[in-house]
């Protein structure tokens, strides 16, 4: 008990806080537990009290420089070695480094004999001894109240307990003290009742046989903290804590476009694809090609160098590869580049909320542009709908502030309306695809609808979405008289269609063919009339010229007559005769 | 394992060869009234009940707090009958003296 003041009632205006490390928690608490306080971690067996406890040590011992001392009265320094090495945590190594103490608190009831007055000053002095020895910041208790267990005399252990509050923060040290939950309270001691700063309650509900971990804070004095009741896991990296539902709608949006790696999809969603960091939504009923829409936009992707990260909750990884390169889509190169990562999981493997904090924990870890969840509708037999729906909303969220391009695929029921998917998330989706079954004609075929693209003119027409060896395909849908035609019944009114083009094509030949034959044969007609025409005129010209040549014999004889009869000169009337013959011609 | 010894109360050592018999260790917190208490009680019990064959070790946590993680000491004071095995623990200022013979297991002399 040396050095007892330490600087830690500096902060009068504001509280200080000391950041646990532990993956949002920091987050809900706004900084971290309070600074040179305890704090109260309690809840029931197997929810993971130590594990926070530890961790809170370790990573203020490892990330903070600040040394700790976990004082167990639970389990033995050397099994809480091995417990932790499971987690990563070295605890023998950082106890070398003196960086951590472990210190194992035996109480059992049948060794010790109460004799009279006594106090737990030796459990102080274990302690103080152990901070002192490595200048440790932090302090675990677990789980203090196995003292009560150990001893007889609950009057003297409540005043001590008191007192040892008092003397982790007279220590300045921030402190975790574990606690049993207990019927109606948070522990079975009422150790709450000296730990007034924090309370953390941890929670182990299983709902439907899937069990869902949560953690929430029930009261932090001095400070403002997220009050819901956060999912967290506890995984080989130990401890995480997924604030998802603080997230709001603020996230940037980006006017940059992805390729859909199906062209005339682009071009019905305006001729470029998603939006980069859009929600994408691809609903339809079973066996319409969902998964080979997502594994089109996943292989153009990845053929851009971008990283994917693909959600399976149906098919298996190996089983996905297989189908698409029936369809002509090789993933498994992307695969092996590390460019395409597959999580496949049963959903009914845990809670939804797990599902969650996986999916984050995997998002955080392999940083994709891009999510495909295949399919959102599967997760409903881990949950209610509207706890789908909750989940789902914070996981676009989250994607959306990662700039992440979220890609799900959602299984309607037959029968069921087109504007409503099983999980009714569409209001939260920025593009979405309806891909149906259309039927007729002896056939189910599969048209493709844009229902919604928010931001883009997207076409407004269906499209047959056929699936072939080289991939998916859209094809125009014949929309006539007759109704929507798909499949086979388009193919042969397609048919029909061409031999009427080209009929009509014939049949304007034919009748350019007409306009020909009838110009040439006027054209003949014409030429033969001039040739009569000329013929004629030929012997009317020559008969004029006879005529003439007649009449001018005949003048003559009678000038020569009346020469010959000496009579007067008679005026030549030839000019005459030629002139009315020449207007006869014309 | 070295031992504090207080002045007040040196080391008693009974009849060295019957020593090892009971080998006692108290521990105390410093000359608080509890502690006092403690090692006049045990002084007294000792030597109404086991004249000659005992032998106390007093430890002072508030000097050697080291020595408290090895005994597993919570409270104190506390008593830890080292010998005769197996080890047994009393706490408290032992003034109730009938449960310090049943805590050590001292037969009452007839």
Known sequence: MAKLKKPKRAAAELLQKCPTGIKGLDEITGGGLPKGRPTLVCGGTGCGKTLLAMEFLVRGATEFGEPGVFMSFEEKSEE??????????????????????LDYVHVDRSEIEETGAYDLEGLFIRLGYAIDSIGAKRVALDTIETLFSGFADEVILRAELRRLFGFLKDKGVSAVITGEQGEGTLTRFGLEEYVADCVIFLNHKVTEQIATRRLRIVKYRGSAHGTNEYPFMIDEQGFSVMPISSIGLDHAASTERVSTGIPRLDTMLGEKGYFKGSSVLVTGTAGTGKSSMAAHFVDAACRRGERCLYFAFEESRNQIIRNMRSIGIDLEQWVNKGLLEFRNSR?????????????????????PSIVVVDPISNLVAAASDMEVKSMLSRLIDYLKMKGITAFCTDLTSVGGSLERTDVGISSLVDTWISLQIIEGSGERNRGLYVLKSR???????????????T???LQDVYIGTGGVLTGAGRVAQEAREAVEILERGQEIERKQRDIERKKALIEAQIAALRVGFEAEKDDLERIIAREKLHQEALAEETRVMARFRKSDDLPAPQGNIIKAGKRGDR | MTSEIRPKVSRKIKTEDVEKAWQLRLYVAGQTP???????????ICEE???GKYRIEVIDLMVNPQLAKGDQILALPTLVRKLPNPVRKIIGDLSNTERVLVGLDIKPLD
């Open chain 1, 471 to 473: 991939g998916a395909q």
């Open chain 2, 34 to 44: 509890k502690s006092l208490t403690a090692f006049a009680n045990l002084k007294r």
């Open chain 2, 49 to 51: 009940h086991l004249e």
């Open chain 1, 80 to 101: 809480l070695s091995q417990n932790f090495a499971s987690l990563g945590f070295d605890l023998n190594d950082l106890e070398a480094r003196k960086k951590l103490a």
């Open chain 1, 347 to 367: 959903p009914t493997l845990y809670g939804l909320e797990m599902h969650l904090v996986t999916m984050h924990k995997a998002i955080e870890g392999f940083q």
């Open chain 1, 455 to 469: 931001g883009m003119a997207h076409s407004n027409q269906v499209r047959e979405y056929c699936i072939t060896d």
